[in-house]
Protein backbone atom coordinates (compact mmCIF):
# COMPACT_ATOMS: atom_id res chain seq x y z
CA UNK A 1 0.00 0.00 0.00
CA UNK A 2 1.00 3.33 -0.81
CA UNK A 3 2.49 5.11 2.00
CA UNK A 4 1.61 8.36 3.03
CA UNK A 5 3.71 11.38 3.59
CA UNK A 6 3.71 13.19 7.12
CA UNK A 7 2.72 16.85 7.46
CA UNK A 8 1.58 16.60 3.83
CA UNK A 9 -2.72 18.54 4.66
CA UNK A 10 -3.30 18.64 0.92
CA UNK A 11 -1.97 14.88 0.44
CA UNK A 12 -4.61 13.09 -1.97
CA UNK A 13 -6.17 10.69 0.94
CA UNK A 14 -7.04 7.18 0.42
CA UNK A 15 -10.33 6.48 -1.03
CA UNK A 16 -13.34 5.84 0.58
CA UNK A 17 -13.64 2.29 -0.66
CA UNK A 18 -9.64 1.53 0.72
CA UNK A 19 -11.21 3.13 4.10
CA UNK A 20 -14.43 1.33 4.52
CA UNK A 21 -12.56 -1.91 3.19
CA UNK A 22 -9.97 -1.34 6.02
CA UNK A 23 -12.79 -0.77 8.68
CA UNK A 24 -14.82 -4.20 7.11
CA UNK A 25 -12.60 -6.46 9.81
CA UNK A 26 -13.80 -4.42 12.81
CA UNK A 27 -17.49 -5.12 11.65
CA UNK A 28 -16.94 -8.69 11.53
CA UNK A 29 -14.55 -9.83 13.40
CA UNK A 30 -12.48 -13.15 13.02
CA UNK A 31 -12.02 -13.93 16.16
CA UNK A 32 -15.63 -13.76 18.03
CA UNK A 33 -18.45 -15.65 16.67
CA UNK A 34 -20.93 -13.83 19.38
CA UNK A 35 -20.42 -10.50 17.56
CA UNK A 36 -20.78 -12.18 14.12
CA UNK A 37 -24.00 -13.59 15.19
CA UNK A 38 -24.75 -10.06 16.75
CA UNK A 39 -24.45 -8.33 13.26
CA UNK A 40 -26.46 -10.92 11.38
CA UNK A 41 -29.85 -10.42 13.73
CA UNK A 42 -29.16 -6.96 13.43
CA UNK A 43 -29.32 -6.87 9.87
CA UNK A 44 -32.31 -9.07 10.16
CA UNK A 45 -33.82 -6.42 12.20
CA UNK A 46 -33.24 -3.97 9.98
CA UNK A 47 -34.96 -6.12 7.28
CA UNK A 48 -37.53 -6.78 9.21
CA UNK A 49 -38.52 -3.10 10.46
CA UNK A 50 -38.15 -2.07 6.90
CA UNK A 51 -40.77 -4.43 5.47
CA UNK A 52 -43.06 -3.28 8.34
CA UNK A 53 -42.67 0.71 7.08
CA UNK A 54 -43.77 -0.33 3.98
CA UNK A 55 -46.85 -1.50 4.60
CA UNK A 56 -48.14 0.50 7.37
CA UNK A 57 -49.30 2.96 4.34
CA UNK A 58 -51.57 0.08 3.17
CA UNK A 59 -53.08 -0.11 6.28
CA UNK A 60 -53.41 3.44 6.27
CA UNK A 61 -55.03 3.66 2.83
CA UNK A 62 -57.71 0.78 3.79
CA UNK A 63 -59.41 2.66 7.10
CA UNK A 64 -59.64 5.73 5.06
CA UNK A 65 -61.25 3.75 2.25
CA UNK A 66 -63.44 1.79 4.80
CA UNK A 67 -64.15 5.48 6.88
CA UNK A 68 -65.50 7.03 2.90
CA UNK A 69 -66.86 3.64 1.62
CA UNK A 70 -64.64 2.61 -0.86
CA UNK A 71 -62.85 -0.36 -2.17
CA UNK A 72 -62.35 -3.25 -0.29
CA UNK A 73 -60.60 -3.11 3.16
CA UNK A 74 -57.07 -5.38 3.83
CA UNK A 75 -57.84 -8.33 5.95
CA UNK A 76 -61.02 -8.11 6.20
CA UNK A 77 -61.00 -5.87 8.91
CA UNK A 78 -63.10 -2.73 9.82
CA UNK A 79 -61.76 1.25 9.48
CA UNK A 80 -60.94 0.50 13.51
CA UNK A 81 -59.27 -2.37 13.26
CA UNK A 82 -56.71 -1.48 10.31
CA UNK A 83 -56.27 1.86 12.63
CA UNK A 84 -55.44 -0.39 15.26
CA UNK A 85 -53.41 -2.87 12.87
CA UNK A 86 -51.42 0.86 11.57
CA UNK A 87 -50.80 1.79 15.05
CA UNK A 88 -49.18 -1.75 15.99
CA UNK A 89 -47.58 -1.69 12.96
CA UNK A 90 -45.30 1.49 13.35
CA UNK A 91 -44.77 0.48 16.79
CA UNK A 92 -43.39 -2.69 15.85
CA UNK A 93 -41.16 -0.73 13.56
CA UNK A 94 -39.83 1.65 16.10
CA UNK A 95 -39.09 -1.83 18.00
CA UNK A 96 -37.21 -3.77 15.56
CA UNK A 97 -34.94 -0.69 15.02
CA UNK A 98 -34.40 -0.35 18.71
CA UNK A 99 -33.76 -3.84 18.76
CA UNK A 100 -31.23 -3.49 15.59
CA UNK A 101 -29.47 -0.81 17.36
CA UNK A 102 -28.91 -3.02 21.10
CA UNK A 103 -27.34 -6.09 18.80
CA UNK A 104 -25.71 -3.99 17.61
CA UNK A 105 -23.82 -1.61 19.69
CA UNK A 106 -21.21 -4.39 21.17
CA UNK A 107 -19.82 -4.74 17.97
CA UNK A 108 -19.59 -1.23 17.23
CA UNK A 109 -18.00 -0.47 20.97
CA UNK A 110 -15.49 -3.55 20.32
CA UNK A 111 -14.55 -2.24 16.71
CA UNK A 112 -14.06 1.18 18.18
CA UNK A 113 -11.99 0.23 21.13
CA UNK A 114 -9.87 -1.97 19.12
CA UNK A 115 -8.98 0.71 16.58
CA UNK A 116 -8.12 2.92 19.42
CA UNK A 117 -5.81 0.90 20.84
CA UNK A 118 -4.06 -0.32 17.68
CA UNK A 119 -3.99 3.23 16.75
CA UNK A 120 -2.11 4.18 20.33
CA UNK A 121 -0.10 0.79 19.95
CA UNK A 122 1.24 2.10 16.25
CA UNK A 123 1.96 5.54 17.71
CA UNK A 124 4.46 4.25 20.24
CA UNK A 125 6.07 2.47 17.59
CA UNK A 126 6.83 5.26 15.67
CA UNK A 127 10.24 6.37 15.72
CA UNK A 128 11.29 9.42 17.96
CA UNK A 129 12.33 11.75 14.43
CA UNK A 130 8.33 11.06 13.66
CA UNK A 131 7.70 12.47 17.11
CA UNK A 132 10.32 15.30 17.09
CA UNK A 133 9.04 16.72 13.52
CA UNK A 134 5.20 15.90 14.12
CA UNK A 135 3.08 18.35 16.97
CA UNK A 136 1.69 16.14 20.24
CA UNK A 137 -1.84 18.11 19.77
CA UNK A 138 -2.24 17.86 16.35
CA UNK A 139 -1.74 14.06 16.64
CA UNK A 140 -4.22 13.69 19.12
CA UNK A 141 -6.84 16.01 17.14
CA UNK A 142 -6.08 13.56 14.33
CA UNK A 143 -6.76 10.77 16.50
CA UNK A 144 -9.91 12.10 18.41
CA UNK A 145 -11.35 12.80 14.99
CA UNK A 146 -10.54 9.19 12.79
CA UNK A 147 -12.13 7.51 15.86
CA UNK A 148 -15.60 9.89 15.92
CA UNK A 149 -15.53 9.07 12.40
CA UNK A 150 -15.26 5.32 12.83
CA UNK A 151 -18.24 5.40 15.05
CA UNK A 152 -20.25 7.79 12.69
CA UNK A 153 -19.90 5.30 9.61
CA UNK A 154 -20.46 2.10 11.73
CA UNK A 155 -24.03 3.68 12.70
CA UNK A 156 -25.41 5.68 9.66
CA UNK A 157 -23.53 3.69 7.21
CA UNK A 158 -25.33 0.54 7.75
CA UNK A 159 -28.34 2.01 9.27
CA UNK A 160 -29.18 4.73 7.55
CA UNK A 161 -28.11 4.62 3.96
CA UNK A 162 -28.60 1.01 3.03
CA UNK A 163 -32.14 0.35 5.02
CA UNK A 164 -33.18 3.66 3.11
CA UNK A 165 -31.90 2.26 -0.37
CA UNK A 166 -34.22 -0.96 0.35
CA UNK A 167 -36.82 1.47 1.31
CA UNK A 168 -36.92 3.09 -1.44
CA UNK A 169 -36.85 0.04 -4.06
CA UNK A 170 -39.54 -0.92 -1.92
CA UNK A 171 -41.95 1.56 -2.28
CA UNK A 172 -40.59 2.28 -5.98
CA UNK A 173 -42.21 -1.59 -6.51
CA UNK A 174 -45.42 -0.76 -4.77
CA UNK A 175 -45.90 2.41 -6.65
CA UNK A 176 -45.64 0.95 -10.16
CA UNK A 177 -47.59 -2.36 -9.17
CA UNK A 178 -50.48 -0.33 -7.05
CA UNK A 179 -50.60 2.92 -9.81
CA UNK A 180 -49.08 3.86 -12.88
CA UNK A 181 -45.15 3.79 -14.30
CA UNK A 182 -45.33 7.88 -14.09
CA UNK A 183 -45.05 7.50 -10.18
CA UNK A 184 -41.65 5.31 -10.61
CA UNK A 185 -40.53 8.08 -13.61
CA UNK A 186 -41.34 11.00 -10.82
CA UNK A 187 -39.89 9.31 -7.94
CA UNK A 188 -36.45 8.10 -9.62
CA UNK A 189 -36.09 11.23 -11.16
CA UNK A 190 -36.81 13.22 -8.02
CA UNK A 191 -34.04 10.59 -6.70
CA UNK A 192 -31.39 10.95 -9.32
CA UNK A 193 -31.24 14.71 -9.00
CA UNK A 194 -31.14 14.75 -5.37
CA UNK A 195 -28.65 13.02 -4.93
CA UNK A 196 -26.66 14.46 -7.84
CA UNK A 197 -26.91 17.37 -6.37
CA UNK A 198 -26.87 16.62 -3.17
CA UNK A 199 -23.31 14.51 -4.13
CA UNK A 200 -21.84 17.42 -6.39
CA UNK A 201 -22.87 20.33 -3.63
CA UNK A 202 -21.07 18.33 -0.56
CA UNK A 203 -18.02 17.35 -2.79
CA UNK A 204 -17.67 21.23 -2.80
CA UNK A 205 -18.13 21.30 0.84
CA UNK A 206 -16.01 18.60 1.37
CA UNK A 207 -12.74 21.16 0.09
CA UNK A 208 -14.19 23.75 2.55
CA UNK A 209 -14.40 21.69 5.78
CA UNK A 210 -10.57 20.54 4.65
CA UNK A 211 -9.58 23.66 5.22
CA UNK A 212 -11.86 24.36 8.26
CA UNK A 213 -9.81 21.05 9.84
CA UNK A 214 -6.43 22.56 9.30
CA UNK A 215 -7.48 25.55 10.79
CA UNK A 216 -9.23 23.93 13.48
CA UNK A 217 -5.69 21.55 14.21
CA UNK A 218 -3.56 24.42 14.14
CA UNK A 219 -5.44 26.46 16.75
CA UNK A 220 -5.61 23.61 19.07
CA UNK A 221 -1.77 22.96 18.36
CA UNK A 222 -0.99 26.56 18.95
CA UNK A 223 -3.24 26.42 22.67
CA UNK A 224 -1.49 23.12 23.64
CA UNK A 225 2.03 24.57 22.75
CA UNK A 226 1.19 27.72 25.26
CA UNK A 227 0.02 26.10 27.87
CA UNK A 228 2.42 23.40 27.98
CA UNK A 229 5.02 26.42 28.11
CA UNK A 230 2.92 28.37 30.66
CA UNK A 231 6.17 29.82 32.27
CA UNK A 232 7.87 30.51 29.35
CA UNK A 233 4.79 32.49 28.48
CA UNK A 234 5.29 34.03 32.07
CA UNK A 235 8.58 34.49 32.06
CA UNK A 236 8.43 36.82 29.07
CA UNK A 237 5.26 38.38 29.73
CA UNK A 238 3.88 37.10 26.34
CA UNK A 239 0.18 36.25 27.30
CA UNK A 240 -0.92 38.77 25.26
CA UNK A 241 1.03 37.65 22.17
CA UNK A 242 -0.03 34.16 22.61
CA UNK A 243 -3.35 35.67 22.70
CA UNK A 244 -2.82 37.66 19.16
CA UNK A 245 -1.11 34.14 17.91
CA UNK A 246 -4.56 31.79 19.02
CA UNK A 247 -7.13 34.30 17.67
CA UNK A 248 -5.09 34.68 13.96
CA UNK A 249 -5.65 30.68 14.08
CA UNK A 250 -9.26 31.40 15.11
CA UNK A 251 -9.61 33.83 12.64
CA UNK A 252 -8.67 31.33 9.59
CA UNK A 253 -11.01 29.08 11.24
CA UNK A 254 -14.02 31.34 11.42
CA UNK A 255 -13.47 32.02 7.73
CA UNK A 256 -13.54 29.00 7.06
CA UNK A 257 -16.47 27.97 9.12
CA UNK A 258 -18.61 30.73 7.78
CA UNK A 259 -18.22 29.34 4.33
CA UNK A 260 -19.37 25.99 5.58
CA UNK A 261 -22.26 27.63 6.86
CA UNK A 262 -23.48 29.80 3.87
CA UNK A 263 -22.95 26.57 1.60
CA UNK A 264 -25.01 24.35 3.75
CA UNK A 265 -28.27 26.75 3.44
CA UNK A 266 -27.84 26.58 -0.35
CA UNK A 267 -27.34 22.91 -0.06
CA UNK A 268 -30.85 23.02 2.35
CA UNK A 269 -32.54 25.13 0.10
CA UNK A 270 -31.99 22.78 -3.41
CA UNK A 271 -33.01 19.69 -1.38
CA UNK A 272 -35.56 21.50 -0.27
CA UNK A 273 -37.07 22.54 -3.76
CA UNK A 274 -36.61 18.90 -5.13
CA UNK A 275 -38.01 17.04 -2.81
CA UNK A 276 -41.01 19.39 -2.80
CA UNK A 277 -41.27 18.94 -6.64
CA UNK A 278 -41.42 15.44 -6.62
CA UNK A 279 -44.15 15.59 -3.79
CA UNK A 280 -46.50 17.95 -5.78
CA UNK A 281 -45.63 15.71 -8.71
CA UNK A 282 -47.28 12.36 -7.65
CA UNK A 283 -49.98 14.54 -5.48
CA UNK A 284 -51.38 15.87 -8.64
CA UNK A 285 -50.99 12.68 -10.81
CA UNK A 286 -52.97 10.79 -7.72
CA UNK A 287 -55.64 13.87 -7.48
CA UNK A 288 -56.86 13.52 -10.91
CA UNK A 289 -56.56 9.73 -10.49
CA UNK A 290 -59.69 10.70 -7.71
CA UNK A 291 -61.21 12.97 -9.57
CA UNK A 292 -61.56 10.41 -12.58
CA UNK A 293 -63.14 7.63 -10.34
CA UNK A 294 -59.66 5.35 -10.84
CA UNK A 295 -58.15 5.86 -7.47
CA UNK A 296 -60.25 6.13 -4.24
CA UNK A 297 -59.29 8.80 -1.02
CA UNK A 298 -57.47 6.32 0.96
CA UNK A 299 -55.29 5.67 -2.56
CA UNK A 300 -54.62 9.81 -2.45
CA UNK A 301 -53.51 9.01 1.33
CA UNK A 302 -51.26 6.66 0.58
CA UNK A 303 -49.38 8.46 -1.89
CA UNK A 304 -48.88 11.18 0.48
CA UNK A 305 -47.62 8.50 3.19
CA UNK A 306 -45.53 6.89 0.54
CA UNK A 307 -44.14 10.46 -0.51
CA UNK A 308 -43.56 11.80 2.65
CA UNK A 309 -42.00 8.27 4.11
CA UNK A 310 -39.34 9.13 1.43
CA UNK A 311 -38.49 12.95 2.10
CA UNK A 312 -38.32 12.12 5.58
CA UNK A 313 -34.66 9.55 5.36
CA UNK A 314 -33.70 12.08 1.99
CA UNK A 315 -33.20 14.98 3.90
CA UNK A 316 -31.36 12.74 6.09
CA UNK A 317 -29.41 10.98 3.41
CA UNK A 318 -28.38 14.96 3.06
CA UNK A 319 -26.70 14.75 6.07
CA UNK A 320 -25.84 11.30 6.62
CA UNK A 321 -23.32 11.42 3.39
CA UNK A 322 -22.17 15.10 4.20
CA UNK A 323 -21.03 13.68 7.78
CA UNK A 324 -20.16 9.95 6.09
CA UNK A 325 -17.71 12.14 3.84
CA UNK A 326 -16.17 14.07 6.95
CA UNK A 327 -15.95 10.88 8.77
CA UNK A 328 -13.92 9.30 5.54
CA UNK A 329 -11.65 12.07 5.61
CA UNK A 330 -11.17 12.36 9.46
CA UNK A 331 -10.71 8.40 8.84
CA UNK A 332 -8.06 9.03 6.04
CA UNK A 333 -5.61 11.03 8.42
CA UNK A 334 -6.13 8.38 11.06
CA UNK A 335 -5.58 5.59 8.58
CA UNK A 336 -2.26 7.64 7.22
CA UNK A 337 -1.30 7.69 10.38
CA UNK A 338 -1.84 4.05 10.59
CA UNK A 339 0.06 3.27 7.60
CA UNK A 340 3.33 5.34 8.96
CA UNK A 341 6.20 2.89 8.87
CA UNK A 342 8.48 2.55 11.85
CA UNK A 343 11.72 3.69 11.26
CA UNK A 344 13.15 0.99 13.70
CA UNK A 345 11.46 -2.30 13.53
CA UNK A 346 12.73 -5.88 14.56
CA UNK A 347 14.28 -8.35 12.06
CA UNK A 348 12.29 -11.14 11.17
CA UNK A 349 13.23 -14.16 14.01
CA UNK A 350 15.20 -10.97 16.27
CA UNK A 351 16.46 -13.26 19.40
CA UNK A 352 16.57 -11.40 22.82
CA UNK A 353 19.72 -9.79 23.89
CA UNK A 354 21.37 -12.05 26.46
CA UNK A 355 23.40 -9.60 29.10
CA UNK A 356 26.40 -11.76 30.48
CA UNK A 357 28.63 -8.67 31.73
CA UNK A 358 27.51 -5.61 29.58
CA UNK A 359 30.37 -4.96 27.62
CA UNK A 360 29.72 -2.39 24.82
CA UNK A 361 31.45 -2.18 21.42
CA UNK A 362 31.00 0.97 19.09
CA UNK A 363 32.53 -0.34 15.87
CA UNK A 364 33.38 2.21 13.17
CA UNK A 365 30.14 3.69 13.64
CA UNK A 366 28.30 6.25 11.38
CA UNK A 367 25.26 8.47 11.20
CA UNK A 368 23.45 11.17 9.97
CA UNK A 369 19.93 12.44 10.71
CA UNK A 370 20.14 14.05 7.33
CA UNK A 371 22.31 12.38 4.77
CA UNK A 372 24.21 16.09 3.64
CA UNK A 373 25.69 16.40 7.23
CA UNK A 374 27.15 13.53 9.14
CA UNK A 375 26.99 12.97 12.79
CA UNK A 376 29.14 10.62 13.57
CA UNK A 377 32.21 9.93 11.56
CA UNK A 378 34.02 6.14 12.20
CA UNK A 379 33.46 6.00 15.84
CA UNK A 380 35.41 2.95 17.64
CA UNK A 381 34.97 2.93 21.15
CA UNK A 382 34.62 -0.23 23.09
CA UNK A 383 33.05 -0.30 26.82
CA UNK A 384 34.22 -3.18 29.30
CA UNK A 385 31.80 -4.77 31.59
CA UNK A 386 30.83 -2.25 34.82
CA UNK A 387 33.39 0.48 33.59
CA UNK A 388 32.17 4.00 34.22
CA UNK A 389 33.01 5.57 30.47
CA UNK A 390 32.03 9.06 29.92
CA UNK A 391 31.52 10.87 26.36
CA UNK A 392 31.94 14.75 26.65
CA UNK A 393 32.54 17.49 23.93
CA UNK A 394 31.03 20.83 22.72
CA UNK A 395 27.81 21.28 21.61
CA UNK A 396 27.11 19.50 17.94
CA UNK A 397 30.24 17.30 18.39
CA UNK A 398 27.28 14.44 18.39
CA UNK A 399 27.79 13.07 22.13
CA UNK A 400 23.77 12.72 23.05
CA UNK A 401 23.42 11.07 19.44
CA UNK A 402 25.44 7.92 20.93
CA UNK A 403 22.90 7.82 23.29
CA UNK A 404 20.46 7.69 21.39
CA UNK A 405 22.23 5.43 18.95
CA UNK A 406 22.60 2.88 21.71
CA UNK A 407 19.06 2.89 22.82
CA UNK A 408 18.17 2.14 19.41
CA UNK A 409 15.87 5.21 18.63
CA UNK A 410 17.23 5.02 15.15
CA UNK A 411 19.69 3.17 13.13
CA UNK A 412 23.32 3.26 12.70
CA UNK A 413 23.96 3.95 9.13
CA UNK A 414 27.28 2.58 9.05
CA UNK A 415 29.36 0.46 11.46
CA UNK A 416 27.97 -1.44 14.10
CA UNK A 417 27.02 -1.32 17.88
CA UNK A 418 27.01 -4.54 20.07
CA UNK A 419 26.43 -5.46 23.68
CA UNK A 420 28.49 -8.42 24.81
CA UNK A 421 29.41 -9.40 21.05
CA UNK A 422 25.72 -9.10 19.65
CA UNK A 423 24.46 -6.60 17.44
CA UNK A 424 21.84 -4.67 18.51
CA UNK A 425 19.94 -4.42 15.02
CA UNK A 426 19.70 -8.42 16.10
CA UNK A 427 17.87 -8.16 18.80
CA UNK A 428 14.41 -7.37 19.78
CA UNK A 429 13.77 -3.77 20.79
CA UNK A 430 11.80 -5.07 23.82
CA UNK A 431 14.86 -6.82 25.30
CA UNK A 432 17.53 -3.91 24.19
CA UNK A 433 15.26 -1.49 26.07
CA UNK A 434 14.55 -3.74 29.23
CA UNK A 435 18.50 -3.73 29.41
CA UNK A 436 19.23 -0.35 29.40
CA UNK A 437 18.19 2.40 32.18
CA UNK A 438 18.36 6.05 31.27
CA UNK A 439 18.39 8.96 33.21
CA UNK A 440 17.86 12.38 31.02
CA UNK A 441 18.65 15.68 31.57
CA UNK A 442 15.30 16.54 31.99
CA UNK A 443 13.70 13.67 33.58
CA UNK A 444 9.93 14.02 32.53
CA UNK A 445 7.19 12.67 35.36
CA UNK A 446 3.45 11.62 34.62
CA UNK A 447 0.68 14.05 35.57
CA UNK A 448 0.25 11.31 38.77
CA UNK A 449 1.27 10.15 41.64
CA UNK A 450 5.10 10.13 43.26
CA UNK A 451 4.53 6.53 43.68
CA UNK A 452 3.39 6.34 40.51
CA UNK A 453 6.20 7.37 38.46
CA UNK A 454 8.47 5.63 40.64
CA UNK A 455 6.95 2.70 40.50
CA UNK A 456 7.11 3.13 36.26
CA UNK A 457 10.35 1.07 36.44
CA UNK A 458 8.71 -2.25 37.17
CA UNK A 459 5.65 -3.18 37.07
CA UNK A 460 3.75 -4.57 40.10
CA UNK A 461 6.04 -3.09 41.96
CA UNK A 462 5.66 -3.56 45.90
CA UNK A 463 5.65 -0.44 48.47
CA UNK A 464 9.37 -1.95 50.03
CA UNK A 465 10.94 -2.27 46.59
CA UNK A 466 9.69 1.82 45.96
CA UNK A 467 11.20 2.82 49.38
CA UNK A 468 14.40 0.56 48.54
CA UNK A 469 15.23 2.86 45.41
CA UNK A 470 13.73 5.88 46.64
CA UNK A 471 16.46 6.26 49.71
CA UNK A 472 18.87 4.84 47.00
CA UNK A 473 17.89 8.13 45.03
CA UNK A 474 18.24 9.96 48.47
CA UNK A 475 14.65 10.86 47.86
CA UNK A 476 12.63 9.10 50.17
CA UNK A 477 12.60 11.56 53.50
CA UNK A 478 11.56 14.09 51.17
CA UNK A 479 8.31 12.44 50.08
CA UNK A 480 8.04 11.34 53.60
CA UNK A 481 7.82 15.16 54.70
CA UNK A 482 5.14 16.00 52.43
CA UNK A 483 1.65 15.97 53.73
CA UNK A 484 0.45 13.34 51.23
CA UNK A 485 3.90 11.23 51.16
CA UNK A 486 4.00 8.79 48.45
CA UNK A 487 0.40 9.45 47.24
CA UNK A 488 1.76 13.37 46.13
CA UNK A 489 0.68 14.73 42.82
CA UNK A 490 3.59 15.54 40.82
CA UNK A 491 1.73 18.17 38.50
CA UNK A 492 1.78 17.65 34.36
CA UNK A 493 5.55 16.77 33.50
CA UNK A 494 6.16 17.21 37.53
CA UNK A 495 5.97 20.98 37.82
CA UNK A 496 5.29 20.80 41.10
CA UNK A 497 8.58 18.96 42.16
CA UNK A 498 11.89 20.99 41.34
CA UNK A 499 14.91 19.92 38.94
CA UNK A 500 16.44 18.11 41.57
CA UNK A 501 13.12 16.13 43.02
CA UNK A 502 12.23 15.24 39.89
CA UNK A 503 15.12 14.06 38.67
CA UNK A 504 15.98 12.09 41.88
CA UNK A 505 12.42 10.19 40.75
CA UNK A 506 13.95 9.94 37.55
CA UNK A 507 17.24 7.96 39.15
CA UNK A 508 14.34 6.07 41.28
CA UNK A 509 12.54 4.54 38.48
CA UNK A 510 15.59 3.63 36.77
CA UNK A 511 17.33 1.94 39.75
CA UNK A 512 13.69 -0.23 40.15
CA UNK A 513 14.38 -0.89 36.60
CA UNK A 514 17.46 -2.69 37.64
CA UNK A 515 18.90 -2.13 34.22
CA UNK A 516 22.91 -4.02 33.60
CA UNK A 517 23.44 -0.97 31.68
CA UNK A 518 22.92 2.71 32.78
CA UNK A 519 23.18 5.76 30.06
CA UNK A 520 23.53 8.94 31.96
CA UNK A 521 22.48 11.90 29.39
CA UNK A 522 23.54 14.81 30.75
CA UNK A 523 21.72 14.28 33.96
CA UNK A 524 22.88 17.05 35.93
CA UNK A 525 23.58 19.59 33.67
CA UNK A 526 20.43 21.46 34.34
CA UNK A 527 20.62 21.74 38.21
CA UNK A 528 22.66 23.81 40.43
CA UNK A 529 26.09 23.43 41.98
CA UNK A 530 25.11 21.51 45.17
CA UNK A 531 22.07 19.76 43.65
CA UNK A 532 24.29 18.62 41.34
CA UNK A 533 26.29 17.22 43.86
CA UNK A 534 23.72 15.28 45.58
CA UNK A 535 22.45 14.02 42.35
CA UNK A 536 26.07 12.82 41.58
CA UNK A 537 25.94 10.77 44.73
CA UNK A 538 22.95 9.19 43.64
CA UNK A 539 24.21 8.41 40.78
CA UNK A 540 27.17 6.91 41.57
CA UNK A 541 25.14 4.35 44.10
CA UNK A 542 23.05 4.03 40.86
CA UNK A 543 26.04 2.75 39.05
CA UNK A 544 27.52 0.31 41.64
CA UNK A 545 27.91 -3.03 39.80
CA UNK A 546 26.62 -1.92 36.22
CA UNK A 547 28.53 -0.29 32.89
CA UNK A 548 27.55 3.63 32.90
CA UNK A 549 27.96 5.54 30.27
CA UNK A 550 27.61 9.22 30.87
CA UNK A 551 26.56 11.74 28.04
CA UNK A 552 28.64 15.20 30.29
CA UNK A 553 28.08 18.59 29.57
CA UNK A 554 29.86 19.50 33.28
CA UNK A 555 33.38 17.92 33.29
CA UNK A 556 33.59 18.00 36.83
CA UNK A 557 30.90 15.40 37.55
CA UNK A 558 32.60 12.73 35.11
CA UNK A 559 36.42 13.22 36.64
CA UNK A 560 36.19 9.70 38.15
CA UNK A 561 35.66 8.05 35.22
CA UNK A 562 37.40 4.81 34.08
CA UNK A 563 37.58 6.53 30.82
CA UNK A 564 36.83 9.56 29.36
CA UNK A 565 35.83 10.23 25.30
CA UNK A 566 36.29 13.64 23.61
CA UNK A 567 34.12 13.75 20.73
CA UNK A 568 35.08 16.42 17.90
CA UNK A 569 32.69 16.97 15.11
CA UNK A 570 31.41 13.24 14.95
CA UNK A 571 34.91 11.61 15.65
CA UNK A 572 36.84 10.77 18.62
CA UNK A 573 40.10 12.90 19.52
CA UNK A 574 40.98 12.07 22.71
CA UNK A 575 40.41 9.09 25.45
CA UNK A 576 42.03 8.30 28.39
CA UNK A 577 41.50 9.01 32.41
CA UNK A 578 41.17 12.32 33.53
CA UNK A 579 44.90 12.86 34.82
CA UNK A 580 46.40 11.26 31.38
CA UNK A 581 44.21 13.70 29.36
CA UNK A 582 45.03 16.52 31.31
CA UNK A 583 48.47 15.89 31.23
CA UNK A 584 48.48 15.86 27.49
CA UNK A 585 47.34 19.17 27.06
CA UNK A 586 44.36 18.62 24.64
CA UNK A 587 41.07 18.89 23.70
CA UNK A 588 39.98 17.87 26.81
CA UNK A 589 42.57 20.09 29.04
CA UNK A 590 40.96 22.91 27.02
CA UNK A 591 37.53 22.35 27.86
CA UNK A 592 38.40 22.15 31.52
CA UNK A 593 40.29 25.19 32.37
CA UNK A 594 37.29 26.90 30.25
CA UNK A 595 35.29 25.35 32.56
CA UNK A 596 37.35 26.42 35.79
CA UNK A 597 37.73 29.85 34.35
CA UNK A 598 33.90 30.28 33.91
CA UNK A 599 33.35 29.10 37.47
CA UNK A 600 36.04 31.24 38.65
CA UNK A 601 34.23 34.34 37.12
CA UNK A 602 30.94 33.35 38.01
Known sequence: MSQAKSGAPNETRRSGIRIIRAVAPYLWPADDRTLRIRVVLAMVMLVSAKLIAVSTPVLYKGAVDALAGEGVPPLALGAVGLTVAYGVARALNVGFQQLRDALFAPVAQRALRRLALETFRHMHQLSLRYHLTRKTGGLSRIIERG????????????????????????????????????????????????????????????????????????ANQKAIDSLLNFETVKYFGAEEREAQRYDGAMRGYERAALKTSYSLSFLNFGQSVLITSGLVGVMVLAAIGVQAGTLTVGDFVMVNAYMIQITVPLNFLGTVYREIRQALIDMGEMFDLLEQPPEVEDKPGASDLQVSGGEITFDKVRFSYDPAREILRGVSLSVGAGQRVAIVG????????????????????????RIDGQDIRDVTQESLHSAIGVVPQDTVLFNDTIRYNIAYGLDDATQDQIEEVARAAQIHDFIRSLPEGYETQVGER?????????????????????????????????????????????????????????????????????????????????????????????????????????????
Open 147 to 218: VKGVDFLLRFLLFSIGPLLLELILIAIILTVMFDWWYLVIVVGVLVSYVWFTFAVTEWRVKLRREMNTQDTD
Open 394 to 417: ATGSGKSTVGRLLFRFYDVTGGAI
Open 494 to 602: GLKLSGGEKQRVGIARTLLKDPPILLLDEATSALDTDTEQEIKSALDRAGQGRTVITIAHRLSTIAESDLIVVLEAGEIVEQGSHAMLLVRRGRYAQLWNRQLADESAA
